[in-house]
């Protein structure tokens, strides 16, 4: 849990403003939209004192910024404003004056193995209805979006437009505006910026109604864009697995530490994009079976389902990873329905892979089976 925090932002105007202190039942809180219809989440504005440790906005930035990067058109992503080269919150020593006004591309995003955030507010559609199918094509216009100037809290921020040269229109760089924001630890602003952000978002997520009402009601945009998939981007997976990790995972960091040196009860895991490389080097597809023996919280069986349809089985000896692993598989479900896409099928089992009816029946015909453990008795 983040148990030693700092506060994270001011009042610059007001020293007397304690509004982003922190409180007992009271934290300071702002949501962020994610692509699906009715999800979003909250996240607290205090951050850690441990660097290592989990930061609400550095996780709110990768989050935003992967949305950006590979939910929206290019005309949409000009909205937001320069997706940057790294998140602000990467290097407390860099001016908030000298983020660059072009990015180049999105960073990757590790698992992190820090502690997780407090109990945050989740709000997503819980029926099998709210994914967004990535089975099939469609294509849509752009045109709806331009009445986001309509939008109060959009316009609030007007004065900040510029001119990127003396003909072209004036527009507001909003994720500029975070990251200074962000540096400057400027509350109110970092509150404004991501009003102005969230109601973009849910411009694309809830076009206008047509003026004729007997036109079809345009679909939520970012639906449309993961319908439009061949296959989930790999950065988009890495993400639902971070956020999983953090909130399912590391609260019990320590419960994963107790073992035996040198035994079968090793712990360790593997990284995401190292987990990507054996998926591509092994040709897993939505038709394979993929098996994990000592699958220790579940997370490689999690991400190859997800990243490519399969159907994942799993099995943990050691009581404490295998029950964390049950518990971060339904966080993984609730993600993916947050995120608007569909995994395959994962089963979990605690138990000894050596003496296990379903590892007999299912070895003879899984397509890639994976031993990660170098001090496994023979």
């Not at 509004?19 to 219809?37: C, G, K, M, W």
Request: hydrophobic share 35%.
């Amino acid at each position: 849990m983040l148990t030693i925090i700092r506060v994270d932002f001011k009042n610059p105007d007001d020293p007397d403003d304690t509004s982003f202190e922190p409180h007992p039942t009271d934290y300071p809180v702002v949501y962020l939209e994610y692509p699906n219809n009715d999800a979003q989440e909250s996240f607290v504005l205090l951050a850690p004192k441990d660097k290592d440790h989990y930061n609400p906005i550095m996780c709110l930035e990768s989050t935003l910024h992967t949305i950006i990067a590979h939910y929206l058109t290019p005309a949409q992503a000009a909205l937001f404003g320069t997706l940057p080269d790294k998140d602000v919150t990467d290097d407390d020593e860099d001016d908030a004056d000298d983020i660059p006004e072009r990015s180049k591309s999105v960073s990757p995003y590790p698992v992190s193995e820090a502690p997780s955030p407090p109990s945050s507010e989740v709000s997503v559609a819980s029926s099998d209805a709210s994914y967004l199918s990535i089975s099939s094509q469609s294509s849509f216009s752009d045109s709806s979006i331009s009445s986001a100037s309509s939008l109060s809290s959009v316009c609030a921020l007007s004065s900040y437009a510029r001119k990127d040269s003396p003909d072209s229109e004036p527009h507001v760089d909003y994720l500029r505006l975070l990251q200074r924001a962000i540096k400057k630890r400027d509350g109110p602003m970092f509150m404004k910026v991501m009003s102005a952000i969230n109601a973009l978002l849910s411009l694309l997520k809830y076009p206008p109604l047509p003026l004729d009402p007997f036109d079809a009601p345009a679909a939520n945009h970012l639906g449309v864009t993961v319908r439009g998939w061949q296959r989930i981007p790999t950065n988009v997976v890495h993400r639902i697995a971070d956020e999983t990790y953090q909130r399912a995972v590391g609260p019990h960091i320590d419960v994963l530490k107790r073992y035996e040196a040198f035994s079968s009860e090793v712990y360790g895991e593997l990284m995401p994009t190292f987990v990507s490389d054996v998926i591509r080097a092994t040709g897993l597809h939505g038709g394979s079976l993929f098996l994990d023996m000592g699958s220790g919280v579940g997370n490689v069986v999690m991400q190859a389902s997800l990243e490519t349809g399969c159907r994942s089985y799993g099995i943990e000896i050691m009581p404490g990873p295998a029950q964390i692993a049950r518990s971060q598989l339904e966080q993984f479900k609730t993600r993916c329905r947050m995120w608007g896409v569909r995994m395959g099928e994962v089963e979990l089992e605690e138990g000894d892979m050596l003496k296990s009816a379903k590892v007999d029946e299912l070895v003879k015909s899984a397509d890639v089976v994976l031993v990660n453990n170098k001090v496994f008795l023979e």
